[in-house]
């Protein structure tokens, strides 16, 4: 009975694998890694493969509007100082709840953080899928500029690669003025 069952299910996973390599034909672009599939065990593909495709099919939805009743909340210049705090730490867990992680914040006020998170992320166009994997939005580049980041994330090994790399001075290295402590997303999922 034991070998049946294995057959059975080796056979599913063949013909799962043949239907989802069928449904993603219309998006063969570079989103399947096709060198890594090679490395993953039947099982393990089919997983990634349903996962890009649940990626392909999904809308761009604006982040505020991934929350029933959609998350808006009020301008950053209609909020109180002595409200500031409690307000900033709701959003960032109602974000974390839909796998939603902010990483590099500690250079940032309060009030820095929430316009960011006001004018960068909720407005942001993602595409919401239901998965247990985490998006992490990176706070240190909001502008494209990696000076943020240099000056008080990267450890001294990477602002040397940085600087031979691309030949140009470094900023000095700082300490942070506002550590936090945010959710973070679980190990697996890094």
């Known amino acids: 009975m034991g070998t049946s069952f294995k057959y059975n299910h ?22 399947v890694n096709k060198n890594m599939l090679s490395h993953l065990t039947l099982d393990a593909e089919n997983e990634y493969l349903c996962d890009i ?7 761009l939805i604006p982040i505020y509007r991934w929350f029933n009743p959609p998350l808006c909340p009020p301008r950053p210049d209609r909020i109180r100082d002595e409200d500031l705090s409690d307000i900033l730490d709701c959003i960032l867990h109602k974000l974390f709840n839909k796998h939603i992680v902010l990483e590099f914040t500690d250079h940032l006020s309060d009030k820095e ?18 998965t247990q994997k985490y998006m ?54 890094v």
Request: negative net charge.
């Open 136 to 189: 992490s939005w990176d706070c240190a580049h909001i502008n494209g500029d990696p000076d943020v980041w240099l000056r008080y994330y990267a450890s001294p090994e990477e602002r040397e690669v940085w600087a031979e790399t691309y030949q140009q001075p470094l900023p000095p290295m700082e300490i942070p003025k506002h550590p936090r402590h945010l959710p973070e997303k679980p190990e697996m999922n």
């Open 53 to 59: 495709l649940e990626w392909e099919k999904a809308p």
């Open 10 to 31: 080796e056979v599913e996973a063949h013909i799962r694998n043949m239907e989802l390599r069928n449904a993603l034909e219309p998006y063969n672009d570079d989103s």
């Open 113 to 130: 953080l929430y316009r960011v998170i006001w004018c960068n992320i909720l407005p942001c166009e993602v595409k919401m899928v239901y």
